[in-house]
């Protein structure tokens, strides 16, 4: 018999392929909320709300991928994001410019160097991930508010605030840079996820840690290097979050690891690892945020509901991925 060469509905990968059609049947239940919904100002301000939540995502996804989880993101964005304020607030360098881009590196370095010291807690300290990520959660909430005295910190030159407000509120080409940020961020990842050694590797430890190590892989190196890509992706938030409101305090960045790890989950990352999809977290991001969105602009639930709409959102997208991945 001959091999049978036509198109099948079962070569089709329904948990990479759902998110998509997800966000499709959002968008059309949108229109019929409200009319001011399929409008460009609207969905433009949508994607550029998201840009927190797909940019964490990304970096979400290599921990998860990997058999890992990281609690502390929302308190790692809070820590980073005061201290580059308040070192922007030093002036040591009297050029505006320079000193703002060296608050951009100092960003860029805090950010990964939480996320190395949470990988190093977790493969050398052999804690694991949910317990070791929430007690760095706990420290870097608790820092955060130390350094703050319980207040804000707020940058205070502002020509620096001047030069660094079109980052979150600028555009390139017509496109917001926000969402500049969402796309090169999710192109890189997907490069080094889908294209390099390392990628492969990330993927391979979350399917077996034991299959993985006979293989000559260096499990505690990929995952602690996860973890790094975890914290520089929160870096790269902060570069966009410090613009947006010239201040932190320490209700910054609060429930935004639920927010990264749901859009990874809706996304159709397996959350015991092994499966990552970069593209996914992203539409993943762009779902909450519609959600969200179409919830505002309805009356038919509450917008003081939205968080417990996201919470049943991961219950969902779990009970899918599960039942997707029983009939695979």
């Known amino acids: 018999m001959k091999p049978r060469t036509g198109f099948s509905w079962r070569r089709i990968d ?3 392929v759902a998110p998509f059609v997800a966000l499709a049947v959002l968008l059309i239940a949108g229109i019929f909320v409200n009319e001011n919904f399929l409008t460009v100002n609207n969905l433009v301000n949508v994607a550029t709300r998201a840009a927190f ?26 820590f980073v994001a005061s201290l ?7 002036g040591i360098i009297s050029d505006p410019l320079t000193m703002l881009f060296a608050g951009v590196a100092v960003a860029l370095l805090l950010g990964a160097a939480c996320g190395l010291g949470n990988g190093l807690i977790i493969t ?4 694991e991930p949910f317990i070791a ?19 804000s910190i707020t940058l205070q030159n502002e020509d620096i605030e001047n030069l660094y407000h079109p980052v979150y509120f600028g555009d390139l080409l017509g496109i917001p840079v926000p969402i500049i940020f969402i796309a090169l961020t999710a192109i890189v990842g997907a490069f080094v996820l889908y294209r390099t050694p390392y990628g492969r590797h990330v993927v391979a430890v979350g399917s077996s840690e034991d299959v993985a190590r006979y293989s000559g892989i260096a499990v505690g190196r990929v995952r602690t290097i996860t973890y790094m890509i975890q914290g520089l992706c929160v870096g790269i ?11 932190s305090n320490a209700t910054t960045g609060l429930l935004w ?14 959350l015991r690892g092994g499966v990552g999809r970069i593209w996914g977290t992203v539409c993943g991001a762009l779902i909450l945020e519609i959600v969200g969105n179409i919830m505002l602009l309805s009356n038919f639930i509450s917008e003081y509901l939205i ?3 996201q919470g049943a959102i991961i219950i969902v997208a779990m009970l899918v991925q599960r039942s997707l991945m029983r009939r695979t």
Request: no cysteine.
């Open 307 to 309: 968080g417990a709409v």
């Open 84 to 90: 580059m304020i308040m070192f922007l607030n030093t």
């Open 237 to 247: 938030a902060v570069l966009l979050y410090v613009p947006r409101l010239s201040a």
């Open 124 to 127: 050398v300290g052999r804690i």
């Open 257 to 270: 690891e639920l927010q990264a790890i749901t859009a990874v989950v809706v996304g159709g990352t397996a």
């Open 133 to 151: 990520t929430l007690g760095t959660m706990g420290v870097l909430r608790g820092l955060t508010t130390y350094l703050s005295q319980g207040g």
């Open 53 to 78: 939540t797909a940019i964490i995502g990304v970096g979400a996804t290599f921990v998860i991928s990997a058999g890992g989880l990281d609690l502390s993101v929302g308190s790692m964005t809070a």
């Open 14 to 16: 329904m948990a990479a």
